[in-house]
């Protein structure tokens, strides 16, 4: 089944303990990225990558960092979390562009950082 | 600062009815909107997109509705269904980066049987 998964899919953390949210497609998807989800703010686009070794910033990248080491991989990293990055983050990934391309969801993360 | 504007935030419709929900964008460059749909618990899901170059598209019941001198785009769905409950984004991307993304801030629409 194609399909984008995210794991943990829930993380309650403390603030500055370091961890990682990793996302995996298997639709040999060039176009990954990862947007944060928060009441009355919609989605905001944290990073995106348009292929191997290939990442830029979207909206929002304060206090995140991502690789992109293989292709079907596009882990969001928090080095020092702190109570503001409490959201629900999605992963979506398309083929090429995402405007010519549907952009899938993972299914979600939803973070806490006490 | 939110680059594109979402209204209502909520919606009740009744079953039959219209639902409509409105975008408005200043950003000129933006050259790609489509809209969302998302439900309970699940990731957002591409439901229509449209560009510049017409005025409206039609998908099935779903329309979207496009004024470009306005900046303003909005999705109506026709004879809306409880099946149709849900939270809907609208979404812009600017043609010097279709890779970046701004979304609307969300409308949660119920539809009453």
């Known amino acids: 089944e194609a399909q984008v998964t995210q794991n943990p899919r829930y993380l309650i953390t403390v603030t500055g303990k370091k961890l990682t949210v990793t996302c995996s497609q298997n639709?040999?998807?060039?176009?990954m990225s990862w947007y944060r989800q928060d009441p009355g703010l919609g989605l905001r686009q944290i990073y995106y990558?348009?292929?191997?070794?290939?990442?830029d910033k979207g909206d929002v990248p304060e206090g995140y960092k991502v690789s992109r080491k293989e292709k079907r991989n596009f882990p969001l990293i928090l080095e020092s979390p702190s109570p503001n990055q409490t959201s629900l983050y999605f992963c979506?990934?398309?083929?090429?562009?995402?405007?010519?391309?549907?952009?899938?969801f993972g299914p979600g993360t939803r973070l806490t950082v006490l | 600062q939110q680059q594109v504007k979402q209204s209502p935030q909520s919606l009740i419709v009744q079953k039959g009815g219209i639902s409509i929900i409105n975008c408005a964008y200043e950003?000129?460059?933006?050259?790609?909107f489509p809209w969302y749909q998302q439900f309970p618990g699940k990731g957002p899901a591409l439901l229509i997109a449209?560009?510049?170059?017409?005025s409206e598209k039609k998908e099935g019941r779903f329309t979207i509705s496009f004024n470009k001198s306005a900046k303003q785009f909005s999705l109506h769905i026709m004879d809306s269904q409880p099946g149709d409950s849900a939270t809907y984004f609208c979404?812009?991307?600017?043609?010097?980066?279709?890779?970046?993304?701004?979304f609307g801030s969300g409308t949660k629409l119920n539809v009453k049987p």
């Open positions: 979506a990934s398309s083929l090429m562009s995402p405007i010519y391309n549907e952009q899938f």
């Open positions: 639709m040999n998807h060039e176009y």
């Open positions: 990558s348009m292929n191997v070794e290939v990442t």
């Open positions: 950003n000129t460059a933006f050259d790609y």
């Open positions: 449209i560009r510049p170059d017409v």
């Open positions: 979404a812009a991307a600017p043609s010097n980066n279709f890779n970046k993304f701004y």
